[in-house]
């Protein structure tokens, strides 16, 4: 087992726990904050806790709120982001951060109280360099209570262990993650290049250093979905679109369950184009729409009807805007070659 200086030590008559930095991008959060600062602060954790908030440029008062919670407790700091993009943010946050364990919340997380103890402990158990749990999606309106189905279903997201749980143990990557701060220097941290897969890439470079990424099933944080089709629909094309820039920059890392939706719109726009010169060719997106159908009725097993009628369009959003982020990619996003001297 893997050892780092500030693992939870015991002894016959005490248990000393390691400092943990908590680092949170923050952009237009006005509404979740200090709720999710509250929760961060209030962990059943006996180790010191710090909260590194990097706020971004906002629409709204985060930066206000984010002020008033560091004026308020002097285990929160403020550190300015004025891209507002995640990676940057997390970068300047992890490099004010003091502590040798360094935990990613979002700035709109609901922790279950005893988050970061059990990450802690499995750090210290597995030798892993970053454990994460699992992305609880928990909708309140019938569209959101379709789409966290959604995300919680094979149907709609494949076999990703942080959306649908599982088996503690290896995994590709995980959601948000608690991380040595050794190995975040050991791959220079974020890649700031990614706007969106930053967490996917950065696991991946972790691994190929030679380190563990490992999914602990008891890391449930609770996230709110979009509510809307358009808002899906602009989040899941990003996150077909820069998937592929992964895909560019690292060779090999493709698999079915990415190819799948990107290889379901070919077909259907091919059988779209044939159809008035071969109406047999209606029959692929017909197969397609059969199928969801069918795949919503089963997984929408429990869900109120407002729910369950709404989750046949989520499932196709998901699926179409994930593909055709995919498909029209540009090359232009590539991360370019460092130049050879």
Same mark, same amino acid.
Not at 170 to 177: E, F, H, M, Q, R
Not at 252 to 267: D, E
Not at 269 to 273: C, K, M, N, R
Not at 334 to 340: E, R
């Given at each position: 087992m893997k050892?780092?200086?500030?693992?939870?030590?015991?002894?016959?008559?005490?248990?000393?726990?390691?400092?943990?930095?908590?680092?949170?991008?923050v952009l237009?959060?006005?509404?979740?904050l200090r709720?999710?600062?509250?929760?961060?602060?209030?962990?059943?954790?006996?180790?010191?806790?710090?909260?590194?908030?990097?706020v971004?440029?906002?629409h709204?008062?985060?930066?206000?709120?984010a002020?008033?919670?560091?004026?308020?407790?002097?285990?929160v700091?403020?550190?300015?982001n004025?891209?507002?993009?995640?990676p940057n943010?997390?970068?300047?946050?992890?490099?004010?951060?003091?502590?040798a364990?360094?935990?990613?919340?979002?700035?709109?997380?609901?922790l279950?109280?005893?988050?970061?103890?059990?990450?802690?402990?499995?750090?210290?158990?597995?030798?892993?360099?970053?454990?994460?749990?699992?992305?609880?999606?928990?909708?309140?309106?019938?569209?959101?209570q379709?789409v966290?189905?959604?995300?919680?279903?094979?149907?709609?997201?494949?076999?990703a262990?942080f959306?649908?749980?599982?088996?503690?143990g290896?995994?590709?990557?995980?959601?948000?993650?608690v991380?040595?701060r050794?190995?975040?220097e050991?791959v220079?941290?974020?890649d700031e290049?990614?706007?969106?897969a930053?967490?996917?890439?950065m696991?991946?470079?972790?691994?190929?250093?030679?380190?563990?990424?490992?999914?602990?099933?008891?890391?449930r944080?609770?996230?709110r979905p979009?509510p809307?089709?358009?808002?899906?629909?602009k989040?899941?094309?990003?996150?077909?679109?820069?998937r592929?820039?992964v895909?560019r920059?690292?060779e090999?890392?493709?698999?079915?369950?990415? &190819?799948? /939706?990107?290889?379901? *719109?070919? +077909?259907m726009? %091919?059988?779209? #184009?044939v159809?008035?010169?071969?109406? $047999?060719?209606? &029959?692929? /997106?017909a197969?397609? *729409?059969? +199928?969801?159908? %069918?795949g919503? #009725?089963?997984?929408?097993?429990?869900? $109120?009807?407002g729910?369950?009628?709404?989750?046949?369009?989520?499932?196709?959003?998901m699926?179409? #805007?994930?593909?055709w982020?995919f498909?029209?990619s540009?090359p232009?996003l590539?991360?370019?070659?460092?130049?050879?001297s």
């Open positions: 050892e780092f200086p500030d693992s939870p030590r015991t002894s016959p008559s005490v248990q000393v726990w390691p400092p943990v930095s908590v680092v949170m991008p237009n959060e006005e509404r979740h709720e999710a600062v509250r929760q961060v602060l209030a962990q059943r954790y006996d180790g010191p806790i710090e909260v590194v908030l990097a971004g440029p906002s709204d008062r985060t930066q206000e709120v002020d008033a919670l560091a004026a308020e407790d002097p285990r700091t403020v550190v300015p004025p891209t507002g993009r995640t943010a997390l970068n300047a946050a992890i490099g004010a951060a003091r502590n364990i360094i935990a990613r919340v979002d700035g709109h997380a609901m279950p109280e005893d988050y970061l103890r059990v990450a802690v402990e499995t750090l210290e158990r597995t030798g892993a360099d970053n454990v994460g749990g699992v992305m609880a999606a928990e909708g309140v309106t019938p569209f959101e379709a966290a189905r959604a995300m919680t279903s094979r149907i709609g997201v494949g076999n262990r959306h649908t749980g599982g088996q503690a290896p995994a590709d990557t995980v959601y948000l993650g991380f040595r050794s190995a975040l050991r220079g941290g974020y290049h990614f706007q969106r930053q967490d996917w890439e696991n991946h470079r972790i691994r190929e250093t030679g380190g563990l990424v490992w999914f602990q099933p008891a890391m944080v609770s996230y979009r809307t089709v358009q808002a899906l629909a989040q899941y094309f990003h996150y077909g679109r820069w592929r820039v895909a920059t690292h090999g890392t493709i698999n079915l369950r990415y &190819l799948a /939706p990107p290889l379901a *719109v070919l +077909a726009l %091919a059988g779209l #184009a159809s008035p010169f071969f109406w $047999p060719g209606l &029959l692929v /997106p197969a397609y *729409v059969a +199928a969801i159908v %069918a919503s #009725a089963l997984t929408g097993r429990g869900l $109120p009807a729910a369950l009628a709404r989750l046949p369009l989520v499932y196709a959003t699926h179409v #805007a994930w593909g982020g498909l029209t540009p232009r590539s991360k370019a070659s460092p130049a050879v």
